[in-house]
């Protein structure tokens, strides 16, 4: 099992820039890879963006693509994604997630078998 807990969530203006970290903790070693999704109120979770652990080949939501810039650092066993330009509808609570399936389809949340409690993200306009 992998813990996961993310940080830098906040509140800012449209236009504006959040930086996101997620750190990995317990079965790091085995993880394929990591993956960002949101959720606004009374909306479905969504996702944003994901990044496999070794190659670091990324994948991006449409609705982010030239905003949002997913990284990893393996020795730290973090991730971050980085959100500029970032609008009011970008409002939502964002979850990293981690997975161990290989080959996985890393836009699908039944992916994913670890999930942290998340953080909330703000846009004011």
């Known amino acids: 099992q992998v813990q996961l807990v993310e940080s830098g969530g906040g509140l800012v203006q449209a236009g504006g820039s959040l930086r996101l970290s997620c750190e990995a903790s317990?079965?790091?070693?085995?993880?394929?890879?990591l993956g960002w999704f949101r959720q606004a109120s009374g909306k479905e979770r969504e996702f944003v963006a994901a990044?496999?652990?070794?190659?670091?080949?990324?994948r991006y939501a449409d609705f982010v693509k030239g905003r949002f810039t997913i990284s990893r650092d393996n020795a730290k066993n973090t991730v971050d994604l980085q959100m500029n330009s970032l609008k009011s509808e970008d409002t939502a609570v964002y979850y990293c997630?981690?997975?161990?399936?290989?080959?996985?389809?890393?836009?699908?949340?039944?992916?994913?078998?670890?999930w942290g409690q998340g953080t909330q993200v703000f846009v004011s306009s």
């Open positions: 990044i496999q652990w070794t190659s670091g080949t990324t």
């Open positions: 317990g079965r790091t070693s085995s993880m394929y890879g």
């Open positions: 997630a981690s997975t161990h399936n290989r080959p996985a389809i890393m836009s699908l949340m039944s992916t994913y078998d670890s």
